[in-house]
């Protein structure tokens, strides 16, 4: 999963300069996603040591829990984008798409990745009844 999040750090921040440069860089919103990969790479620098790799990447899901409500309205304008429908800020819609895929792909994977820990560690819930 580090691996995974240093990936994600480089997309976001690769989506937020293209986004950025390509709207003649008149927004500063435009970077968002590369200031979420910037923390994406910071979370998987920490995470490289195994003391703080749990609490990296609970940091980073949490991040990218946020950063999907964040560009979750973006996915939902897509579609009357797609059809040629007139959109506010086309490119902006396209760039919360885009990392709001990514940042459902990362929490799908990163899920998936806990409970495979949870399992391999062989602790489990005790039934209180």
Do not use: D
């Not at 986004?19 to 910071?42: C, D, M």
């Not at 040629?84 to 459902?104: C, F, K, T, Y």
């Amino acid at each position: 999963m580090v691996r995974t999040t240093y990936g994600l750090g480089i997309i976001l921040i690769v989506l937020g300069l293209i986004g950025f440069f390509a709207t003649g860089a008149q927004s500063v919103t435009a970077l968002i996603p590369a200031f979420f990969g910037i923390v994406f790479l910071i979370l998987g620098f920490i995470a490289r040591k195994e003391s703080a790799r749990k609490m990296a990447m609970h940091i980073a899901m949490v991040i990218g829990l946020l950063g999907l409500i964040g560009s979750f309205p973006g996915l939902i304008k897509i579609f009357p984008l797609i059809t040629g429908a007139e959109v506010a800020r086309p490119a902006a819609v396209i760039a919360q798409s885009i990392m709001a895929l990514l940042l459902i792909y990362y929490l799908t994977m990163g899920i998936k990745t806990f409970i495979e820990a949870r399992k391999n560690t062989g602790s489990s819930e005790s039934n209180p009844s």
